[in-house]
C-alpha cells in the first residue's frame, strides 16, 4: 500500500514563509513526477509546481519566484518552500506522485490527505 503524507501547514501572516514536507512510503518501485496542489474553498484543485525524477521543475504563474518545488528522491520526499504569502494563497495543500508500486504493470497517480494553509493577519 501507497501513502503520500503531507506535513508544514499552519497560520501565517501575509508576506510570511512556510515550507511544506511530503513523504511517500510503501512498496514502491519508482517515482516519476511529483507536484504540489492547492484547493481553495469553492474551487477546483489546481497545480501550483512539479518536479520530474531528474529535478526539472515547472511552476504556476501565480506562484513563480515565490514557491520553490524540491525533492529528495533518496527518502522519496518532496518538498515546497513557499515565501511572499499572500492571502490568496490559503487552500489545502496536496502532494501528488506519479509512481509505480511492485508487481504492478502501470504508473499511477496517488495524493496525500492534503495540509491545510492560512495566510492571514
Known amino acids: 500500500q501507497v501513502r503520500l503524507v503531507e506535513s508544514g501547514g499552519g497560520l501565517v501572516q501575509p508576506g510570511g514563509s512556510l515550507r511544506l514536507s511530503c513523504a511517500a512510503s510503501?512498496?514502491?518501485?519508482?517515482?516519476?513526477?511529483m507536484g504540489w496542489y492547492r484547493q481553495a474553498p469553492g474551487k477546483e484543485r489546481e497545480l501550483d509546481a512539479i518536479?520530474?525524477?531528474?529535478?526539472?521543475?515547472d511552476y504556476a504563474d501565480s506562484v513563480k519566484g515565490r514557491f520553490t518545488i524540491s525533492r529528495d528522491n533518496a527518502f522519496r520526499m518532496e518538498f515546497l518552500q513557499m515565501s511572499s504569502l499572500k492571502p490568496e494563497d490559503t487552500a489545502v495543500y496536496y502532494c501528488?506522485?506519479?509512481?509505480?508500486?511492485?508487481?504492478?504493470?502501470?504508473?499511477?497517480?496517488?495524493w496525500g490527505q492534503g495540509t491545510l494553509v492560512t495566510v492571514s493577519s
Open positions: 518536479i520530474t525524477a531528474n529535478g526539472l521543475t
Open positions: 501528488n506522485g506519479h509512481l509505480k508500486q511492485f508487481g504492478s504493470t502501470g504508473w499511477s497517480d496517488y
Open positions: 510503501g512498496s514502491i518501485f519508482g517515482i516519476s513526477t
